[in-house]
């Protein structure tokens, strides 16, 4: 029966998930289980896009991606995949009606990530746009599960959100990203020049997109709120944690927030979403 494959497939997103990253993993929890299974699947998508520029040294990444790209059109158009993630992907994609185009920007941003650029403002804010601000867009259209008007109001704020979330991991991968695969997205930086006032200038545009996030947060429906809430203080307490180091350990060093901290900001979260953000 199909329904097993398609539970394997969701499956499969899940544990992809789970293994990459504790953080989503938790706010994914805290969402309405209904809807938990398209974000699994969104997820576990972008995540395969990514492994692909980022880990498969060795093999044909642009080869590999253009063949992602082919698999992920025709699995949405047949609405069938052997592949586990894009059968869950597929899935979520024609259920919500995921607007294509996103996708494509999304896959455009993966594209770049393929080859050396040396980031000017404006292909900043097309990576940006295409790598976090439209992931943010896929999983609203799931929130607000086809009300187009609440999605309209709330793009604004997700698109920030996405945003705020990618540039805390560019300064938080920063080590890997310029000394292991060559990469500088910050625009006209010089990472042998990398000091106090960039890395300043850099948190304070992230500290203004969070302000404007969570503005949308406490909009969103009360299916999906408090799980992008917890995220959104994950992500809070590795921005606090970045901010407290000097530019030279970011550059030298990954920044992490231990797992057991994790689990206790999700239930000091809780407190105080109840407190604060309910209607």
């Keep these: ?115 050396k650029i040396d980031y000017n403002s404006d292909l900043y804010k097309e990576y940006i746009f295409g790598s976090a601000e439209v992931v943010g867009l896929m999983c609203l259209q799931v929130f607000t599960e086809g009300n187009k008007q609440q999605y309209e109001e709330l793009k604004p704020y997700a698109m920030k959100l996405g945003s705020a979330f990618q540039k805390i991991n560019f300064l938080r991968d920063l080590k890997d990203d310029y000394q292991v695969l060559g990469r500088t997205y910050f625009p006209n930086v010089d990472m042998n020049k990398f000091d106090s006032d960039i890395k300043k200038k850099i948190e304070d545009e992230i500290h203004e997109e969070f302000k404007e996030a969570l503005i949308g947060i406490k909009k969103l429906p009360n299916s999906s709120m408090f799980g992008v809430y917890l995220a959104y203080k994950y992500y809070i307490s590795l921005f606090d944690k970045i901010k407290n180091k000097s530019a030279k350990e970011v550059l030298s060093s990954r920044t992490r927030v231990p797992n057991f901290q994790k689990i206790i900001l999700a239930f000091t979260s809780y407190l105080r979403y109840k407190v604060t953000l309910i209607r």
């Design 1 to 115: 029966m199909k329904r097993l494959f398609d539970e394997l497939s969701f499956s499969v997103s899940k544990a992809t998930t789970q293994k990459y990253s504790t953080s989503f993993s938790l706010g994914i929890l805290a969402l309405k289980p209904s809807i938990r299974w398209a974000i699994y699947a969104i997820y576990g998508y972008v995540r395969l896009a990514d492994e692909i520029v980022d880990s498969f040294h060795g093999y044909d990444k642009e080869n590999l991606l253009r063949s992602l790209k082919l698999q992920t059109q025709e699995a949405i158009d047949h609405k069938i995949s052997l592949n586990p993630i894009l059968q869950a992907f597929q899935e979520t994609v024609n259920k919500y009606n995921i607007d294509k185009s996103l996708i494509d920007q999304f896959l455009h941003s993966m594209e770049m990530d393929l080859q």
